[in-house]
């Protein structure tokens, strides 16, 4: 091997050390995130401190916030990159797609159980 493919080597194994570190990174504030975005809706329900409306909209944010955290720390979706871009769209796609089927055949199967009670 030659200076020049040695000294390449080098390179590109510092930018892969360097790519470890960051997604390394990433996981540990996704992890702390996760567990704070756990521990505050977990807190505010056993606790009873505030009151039930405060507690749900507690509860219903930090899920929110807690889906958003998961894609971008874990999934590690983004509108940065070309395949960022491809990638978050499929996400949602495949999201609405779901909550469709999901939410038609609750739907469906609310208003069976109604027709058939008459």
């Known amino acids: 091997m030659s200076h020049s493919e040695t000294h390449a080597m080098d390179k590109l194994e510092a930018v892969a050390e360097q790519g470890l570190v960051n997604h390394a990174k990433d996981y540990v504030i996704g992890f702390v995130l996760s567990v704070v975005l756990t521990g505050a809706p977990f807190w505010a329900v056993s ?3 505030l009151s039930t409306t405060s507690t749900l909209a507690t509860v219903v944010v930090a899920a929110i ?4 955290v998961h894609l971008k720390y874990f999934l590690h979706l983004n509108f940065v990159s070309e395949e960022g871009k491809a990638n978050s769209i499929s996400f949602i796609f495949s ?5 469709m089927v999901v ?13 058939m009670m008459y």
Do not use: F, H
């Not at 916030?65 to 958003?68: F, N, P």
């Not at 999201?95 to 909550?99: D, G, H, Q, W, Y």
């Not at 939410?103 to 027709?115: D, F, Q, R």
């Open 103 to 115: 939410g038609l055949s609750v739907w469906i199967i609310y208003e069976s159980n109604a027709m």
């Open 47 to 49: 606790s009873g401190a």
């Open 65 to 68: 916030v807690q889906i958003c």
């Open 95 to 99: 999201a609405l797609i779901i909550v």
